[in-house]
């Protein structure tokens, strides 16, 4: 692994010489570099990225925090950690909303500043692995809805490579919330049926007595209701690909059908005593055992080898969690656009809190969750406290969640859990306000941009004193 670049700008030239000692022993796999001036560690980081930038606030050539605002305008993702002199928080505090990841108060202990410089490390090299795999992803083209490149993943890749080119008919299995959709697209859209429409039927989404009609079309009065001739779905496919979805939920009757077809390349409209040749290229998805069905007749054995040509596997969220990184940047970056919400970033604790967490509804559950903590998360940086906040809110306690995952109760009301999450957040922010600003209620209020009658307010209602934070 290639050493990590940490840059430290201050015009003490003695301490940057003692740093630039005694740093590369305490920090692993660093290559430090030190500036006493700004603007040449500035014109540094233009030529080559650093990973950490530790930045003192107060120089004379130019002010720490007009230096932050031009490192973020060249690299918006660098870490930066700030050196402020002591008395000065609330300085240090305006530097993190402008960016900086961190401050640590001069004189420092160097255990300290290891500390600090270890969590910022481990989050500047999170952040890059994320983005190079996101490139990764974006350039390979055919790929740019899929995200994730752990080897589960990679073989995925392959598979739809190597199969999109022809014309087999392919199984795509995987636990509800893996992307079957998202894999039958990408063959789709690979393939030299690209140029003419996908058509996706949902098989349990259609009334069993309506189903043959919409698969195989019918002629004008085949039937009471049937007003005008109906093409159906296999005819709408032709010289394309037709996805059925949830396929094990295809009633036996129409199975017979579709097996005919399969085998003679022709359908049958009802009302017509006219075949019609097809050149349908058939895609099937499902969640369910198969075997297990073929076992209680409800899925025919012939038709069960005629879809499974091939089989592509859509890995569950617990067999690719180092993905979980790539995804849950990517699901919150989309979230932002979509809400017009000020761009956010997961903390490094955050991060691990979703990888060790459960995902029963795999990517869709991640992507859901994602949404709800970048809608109730006040700050840029969501924090380990705000995933606790949001799944306790969601799925109750880790006590409660025992008992629902042992008992098999239902997750709570909507209302209920939406209620219940907006008080949490209310109490825990409010908490962390006032111990930020050591109970000052005036520059409390003016942080959270709301006015001191109403920040007074909130607190009497939750019964939160400012004396008990000074």
Known sequence: MSKQRLMIIDDEKDMLQGLSRILPQELENIQVETFSSALSGLESIKRQPVDVLLLDIRMPEMDGMEVLTAVKEIDPWIT?????AYGSIETAVEAIKK????????????????????KALERSLLIRENMNLRKKVSEKEPFADFVGQSPPMRRLYDGIQALAGTDYTVLIRGESGTGKELVARALHELSPRSSRRMVTVNCPAIPEHLLESELFGHKKGAFTGAEQNHTGMFLEADKSTLLLDEIGDLPVSIQTKLLRVLQEREVRPLGSDKPRRVDVRILSCTNQDLEARIQDRSF???????????????????????????????FLRSVCNELGLPLKRFSVAAIQSMMHKS????????????????????????????????????YGSAESRQDQDSNGKAVKPYQQAKEELLENFTREYITRLLGQTEGNVTRASDIAGISRTALQKIMRRYEIRSEDFR
């Open 99 to 118: 960016g900086a990841y961190d401050f640590i108060t001069k004189p420092f202990e160097i255990p300290d500043l290891v500390r600090v410089l270890n």
């Open 80 to 84: 930066v950690v700030m050196i402020t």
């Open 359 to 394: 995902w029963p509804g795999n990517v869709r559950e991640l992507q859901n969750f994602v949404r709800r903590v970048a809608l109730f998360s006040p700050e840029e940086e969501i924090g380990a406290a705000d995933i606790r906040v949001a799944q306790d809110s969601l």
């Open 300 to 330: 025919r054995e012939d038709l069960y080898y005629r879809l499974n040509v091939v089989t592509l596997r859509t890995p569950s969220l617990s067999e690719i969690t180092e993905d979980i990184p790539l995804l849950a940047d990517h």
